[in-house]
């Protein structure tokens, strides 16, 4: 079974960006989640190369891309040169996903596609043999801090049916809302790998934490 902690930069301390990088890669998580956001495919931005350059310098770790950001074909090729193992881009903000697909497999990297939560898992039947992962989104892309959202619950479950019936490899992850309160459920439910931002960065002792939701 897998259990992976992917805890998100983007609720780090930005002053102290190496030390938190430092921080997250001597911890049990084995993933970094890095969120870009470009101010129109969601309402908030981010942080994009060069801050994704400095978390690669402070740590090895696998780094698990999650585009909040219209039209990612013209970005793709450049997040797997920056040193991206997944890019994950949203089934919202492309015309054709299968493309994109290629476009990060042809670069090297794992590819991933996210739903919003308002965006039915099934409409993802038919492009499951070509995906890695799905990011399941348990709050409104944005913003850290947000509440999970139940209905999230369903649709992974959902997803697990579909992924097992079909015998793909593809890996479910979760993104917002996720800490320790829930993370036991949510592997049981079927994800593979929780996203966490504030629940990681804002506890006293953000290492134990990320050990804690792997109990
Ligand atoms: C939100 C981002 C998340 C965010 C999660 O749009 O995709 O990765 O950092 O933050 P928490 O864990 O605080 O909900
Ligand atoms: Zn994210």
Redesign the pocket.
Known sequence: MIRIISP?M??ADFGHLDRDTRMIDASAAEWI?I?V?DGVF?PNISFGFPVMKAIRKASPKFMDV?L?IVEPEKYLKRFVEAGAGLVTFHYEATADPSAAIRMIKEAGAKAGISVKPATPVEVLESLLPELDLVLI?S?E??????SFIEGSWDKVRTLRRMIDRGGYPTLIEI????SASNSAQLFDAGCDVL?????VFSAPDPKAEILKMLE
């Open positions: 998100s983007l609720s989640h969120d956001m969601v999650h909040m989104m709050v892309p944005g913003f850290g801090g947000q993104d917002g809302g996720v996203v966490a931002g504030s629940a």
